[in-house]
């Protein structure tokens, strides 16, 4: 999420502050979905959210930053959702294993998620992906307590796990038993240490 600054440059962290944020964005949400997100311009986000263009830009410089704030926003709670679901699962590879499927599943299965992935939004889905917030929630969802080794090494291999993930999302596999077949055979190996 954007953090603003008020007049004498404090951090603004009161409750208020995050819920007119989270409203923007719960606005901007519900547009992406009825519009696409390249074509939801910041005067439909503010109408929609029941502020003035000011107030949105407040909180969000500009559109870009709207965007960066909602994917984090979502990678955040998607990483959440799959984490505490493969939490259980002692082998590492049926760990990442599910965790992929699963946020294939809920990206595809929840209309806010899936909108960044239609036609004409799918790049910049995937340019967003690769923010370095992205890549630590969701590799750190997918990834923890399987390696043991440097910080830079996981970042590496988490990076390769989101960008298959867009990939998947971006071009699907025939079907459920095609990507699961992909997922294993390809991805898992290439993101966890030999065993």
């Not at 709670?77 to 294939?104: C, F, H, K, W, Y």
């Not at 294993?184 to 065993?195: D, G, I, R, T």
């Amino acid at each position: 999420m954007t953090v603003t600054t008020n007049a004498s440059g404090s951090w603004l962290s009161d409750e208020r502050s995050e819920a007119a944020a989270g409203k923007i964005l719960d606005a901007a949400a519900a547009l992406f979905v009825e519009r696409g997100v390249s074509a939801t311009g910041m005067a439909e986000v503010a109408k929609a959210a029941g502020c003035s263009r000011a107030t949105l830009y407040r909180y969000f410089e500009n559109r870009r930053a709207l965007h960066r704030a909602f994917v984090h926003r979502e990678a955040r709670r998607l990483g959440e959702q799959i984490n505490s679901r493969v939490a259980e699962i002692a082998d590492p590879r049926e760990r990442v294993t599910e965790a992929v499927l699963m946020a294939l599943h809920e990206v595809r299965a929840t209309p806010t998620l899936a909108a960044w992935f239609g036609l004409g939004d799918a790049g910049l889905a995937s340019e967003l992906a690769s923010t370095s917030e992205v890549i630590e929630v969701l590799g750190a969802a997918f990834l923890a307590d399987v390696w043991h080794v440097d910080d830079v090494e996981i970042a590496r291999r988490a990076r390769w796990l989101v960008r298959a993930i867009v990939s998947l999302l971006t071009v699907p596999g025939t079907d459920a038993d095609d990507e699961r077949a992909m997922v294993e055979q390809f991805l898992v190996p290439a993101v966890l240490p030999p065993a």
